[in-house]
T-cell receptor, first 112, second 116 residues
């Protein structure tokens, strides 16, 4: 079955620096790759997603890149702010309506 | 909040007792999911449903059962709770109505379950 590996598990950056989180997936049929942000004690919330026919997508300070050949995708956060501190999860899906398989999560800490 | 609620939000129970968690949605979404979240493991799928009375197992389904007799309710049951089932449980729905590949999956607020 599908497996998603996420690295690093923890990441600490200074405010204003960039942060990059990487995920690899095993099923080449996967076509949808969302990223979720989870603040302490809250539900995971979708922040950006990318489809397999797109190599890169941006939304203000966040961007996601996808390399289908290598089966990996990454989240990039620029000009980090303390409110970006949270746990971030990547995920992959290969069938309509089907299950999302999540990575293990990355705890991002942005220090003022 | 896409009309999704979970109950109870917190529960403490003893080993060997049955526990049922409820997920309720108000917008007639077809696909519903139950995940558990544990440190170091991310979100792992327990069971999911693609319609009334249509359910399937996820990656960590042992010890859990589900039922969906109405579109709006998806119940997760621990027949005989164990300490290893102490976790935070999230229900989720696919926001599309036909189960499209790119439908956003929206999460409920979560239930914190402690099994003593």
């Amino acid at each position: 079955g599908e497996n998603v590996e996420q690295h690093p598990s923890t990441l600490s950056v200074q405010e204003g620096d960039s942060a990059v989180i990487k995920c690899t997936y095993s099923d080449s049929a996967s076509n949808y790759f969302p990223w979720y942000k989870q603040e302490l004690g809250k539900r995971p919330q979708l922040i950006i997603d990318i489809r397999s026919n797109v190599g890169e997508k941006k939304d203000q300070r966040i961007a996601v890149t996808l390399n289908k050949t290598a089966k990996h995708f990454s989240l990039h956060i620029t000009e980090t702010q303390p409110e970006d501190s949270a746990v971030y999860f990547c995920a992959a899906r290969n069938t309509p309506g089907g299950k999302l398989i999540f990575g293990q999560g990355t705890e991002l800490s942005v220090k003022p | 909040d896409a009309g999704i609620t979970q109950s109870p939000r917190h529960k403490v129970t003893e080993t060997g007792t049955p526990v049922t968690l409820r997920c309720h949605q108000t917008e007639n979404h077809r696909y519903m999911y139950w995940y558990r979240q544990d440190p170091g493991h991310g979100l792992r799928l327990i069971h999911y449903s693609y319609g009334v009375k249509d359910t399937d197992k996820g990656e960590v389904s042992d010890g859990y059962s589900v039922s969906r007799s109405k579109t709006e309710d998806f119940l997760l049951t621990l027949e005989s709770a164990t300490s290893s089932q102490t976790s935070v449980y999230f229900c989720a729905i696919s926001l599309g109505f036909s189960g499209g590949l790119f439908d956003e999956q929206f999460f409920g607020p979560g239930t914190r379950l402690t099994v003593l």
